[in-house]
């Protein structure tokens, strides 16, 4: 009888310790362990590729805030990014959002940059002053076919 005892105690210890783990994976996964009370702004951005919805969202190096959404606009047809962020941080109106890249071929992430402005975003504004993603096969490309065309524009004349 003791034996059962002592087996059905492990047992729900076991249980109680997956299931903890099963909240923090979910927990962190959505992010959503990086604070209580947040705020919802957004910014429109041409390009924002690479960038998906829960990617970091950094001030100076720190993380603020995480990607909500992501949408297209359907009047000019640019990229619409919901960013969720502290709300202890008060962004002034002039704040610029760009998006980077950890690394050469990282993840990517918004980069918000703090201007001078004396008033501050409020919930649900939009971010004016954006920097879209920097797309590397393209530059790839641009450089190779440019040096391929400069080639040819170098050809001695035939006289």
Request: charged letters at 20%; a negative charge.
């Amino acid at each position: 009888m003791k034996q059962t005892k002592l087996e059905l105690f492990v047992g729900a210890f076991v249980l109680m310790g997956i299931a903890a783990v099963a909240y923090l994976t979910v927990k962190l996964g959505s992010g959503s362990l990086i604070g209580g009370d947040t705020y919802v702004i957004e910014a429109r951005f041409a390009n924002a590729g690479g960038l998906n919805a829960g990617s970091s969202v950094l001030v100076a190096g720190v993380p603020v805030g995480r990607v909500e959404g992501i949408r297209v606009d359907d009047t000019d047809y640019s990229a619409m990014v919901t960013l969720r962020v502290l709300a202890g941080l008060k962004l002034p109106t002039d704040t610029m959002a760009s998006i980077k890249t950890t690394g050469l071929i990282g993840d990517k992430y918004v980069a918000l940059a703090p201007g001078a402005d004396e008033t501050y975003l409020e919930t649900g504004a939009r971010i004016t002053m954006t920097e879209s993603s920097v797309d590397l096969e393209s530059l790839i490309g641009k450089m190779a076919f440019g040096s391929v065309e400069k080639a040819k524009d170098e050809k001695e004349p035939v006289p």
